[in-house]
């Protein structure tokens, strides 16, 4: 278990990250969500020592110096380009402290892992951006760190290669434990065992997507007609508070506003073509816009 204890940084009189606290599970896999510039990279480098907290506690449990056991990518990830695959990964091994007899082992396990075992004897200069985040992936866990930092993985990905690292993430959570930065809310709802949303330094919601949606979500429904002119029409004439978006109205059913019966008799009695009705929860980017007061 790793726990985070009123993490601060100041630069100046600008504070960048402010009392933030929270706790990771072993082997689950934590979200940071948050606008640019809500702190997430400058907490990400707390915990990875690259920068120094003014005040806060980072602590594991059983472990004096946590660096040793934390494995980072950043959102930008650098390469010596005259150097292969097998030879950063097994330069990043020995750096790490993996036993000399078990470097080019371990290097190449990990290759494999990530699937770039047809790739290890080619310079990193011929990668591109997936086989990077691939071998940025590799790094990072080639001295099988209890704790993976990832800074955006997927943001510079391609739908293909964004499918293909989530995939991986999902295998490496069996493994250890994951925290990462991302703006990709759809992959954060598909994943994440915990959701921190980050608002001007400070976390403004936490706790697990179920958890979340439940404190978020109202009775809604989605109908759809055959056309936006009659979706614009009964919303129009509704008596009950409705959005439209193309040809399709959501209605929220809430106290001191038309039941659910009403609304069917409603669309029953008027003269518009219902393709659909049907009951939808609250989306990951709605509770963003609320939390994060976009």
Do not use: C
């Amino acid at each position: 278990m790793i726990t985070v204890h009123d993490l601060t940084k100041t630069f100046g009189t600008q504070t960048a990250v402010s009392n933030v606290s929270f706790m990771l599970e072993q082997n689950t896999s934590t979200a940071l969500i948050g606008p640019n510039g809500a702190g997430k990279t400058t907490i990400l480098s707390m915990l990875t020592g690259l920068l120094a907290p003014t005040s806060g506690t980072v602590e594991m449990v059983g472990v004096k110096d946590i660096r040793k056991e934390i494995g980072f990518l950043p959102q930008y990830p650098q390469f010596f380009p005259w150097l292969t695959a097998l030879e950063f990964t097994e330069m990043v091994a020995k750096l790490s402290g993996v036993s000399g007899r078990e470097v080019k082992k371990e290097a190449q396990k990990v290759l494999s892992f990530v699937g770039l075992e047809e790739a290890i004897r080619k310079k990193t200069s011929t990668f591109s951006g997936g086989m990077k985040q691939r071998l940025g992936i590799a790094q990072a866990i080639v001295h099988k760190p209890k704790l993976l930092l990832l800074d955006e993985p997927v943001s510079a990905l391609d739908p293909v290669g964004r499918r293909e690292m989530m995939n991986l993430l999902k295998e490496l959570q069996q493994q250890t434990t994951i925290l990462y930065s991302t703006h990709i809310l759809n992959d954060a709802e598909e994943m994440t065992d915990q959701l921190l949303f980050l608002r001007k330094g400070t976390i403004v919601e936490q706790g697990s997507l179920a958890h979340i949606r439940g404190k978020f979500d109202v009775p809604r429904y989605k109908v759809e007609f055959e056309t936006e002119v009659e979706a614009l029409q009964f919303a129009s004439q509704s008596e009950v508070a409705a959005t439209v978006s193309n040809n399709v109205v959501y209605v929220e059913i809430i106290e001191e506003r038309p039941t659910m019966q009403q609304l069917m008799a409603q669309l029953v009695a008027s003269p518009f073509h219902v393709k659909q009705v049907k009951r939808v929860t609250v989306t990951l980017e709605e509770i963003f816009m609320k939390v994060a007061g976009q």
